[in-house]
């Protein structure tokens, strides 16, 4: 009797430490696996790096070329730089918010004259063909849209879906971004033109 005892508690042992191999082993396995998956993150993440340095659209390498200039003529000509200008979250990263309400709202509507339809004058935005005394929403730069097609871009940004001549806004904080970017262009040519002086 003791000696079944002692040889089921023998088994049931050996039933253990098979149990507890078999579960270290797919532990190892697992550990192994997510090893490759580390490395395999990390081969990833060195790629998308690579990748973001190399890809910069030729408008940001602009813009920063157009800043170090900036920093350069600035310091040519002895001038302080506002610093807070190259801040690279300003508005030209992203898109321009709506156009005012109140501008959208008074946007001339006119009606399309017999020589404007016979010269097969088309909307810009769904390149249809206006037809004769049909209406047209009629931009500040005198360029004419459905309003169908013009009202819903006006709703996204605030610029001439052909040329972009911008519309005034109701956020104050891009009105002062642009008021700034006019002062800065001005800046920006004064030193262009005191360099060109001093060379000529």
Known sequence: MGENKVTQCQQEAEEVTQIMQDNYSKVLDREGKLQDLDSRAEEL?????????????????????????????????????????????????????????????????????????EKGLKCPVCLLEFEEDERAQKMPCEHLFHSACLLPWLGKTNSCPLCRHELPTDNPEYEEYKKDKVRRQQQEHRLQYLHGAMYT
């Open 45 to 117: 993440l060195d790629m998308s790096t690579t990748f973001s340095k190399t890809s910069k659209t030729l408008a940001q390498k602009k813009r920063w070329e157009d800043q170090k200039l900036r920093l350069v003529l600035a310091g040519v000509a002895g001038q302080e730089l506002d610093l807070s200008s190259l801040d690279a979250a300003d508005w030209d990263q992203r898109l321009p918010p709506p156009a005012a309400r109140r501008v959208v709202r008074d946007l001339p509507a006119v009606r399309i004259t017999p020589a404007q339809a």
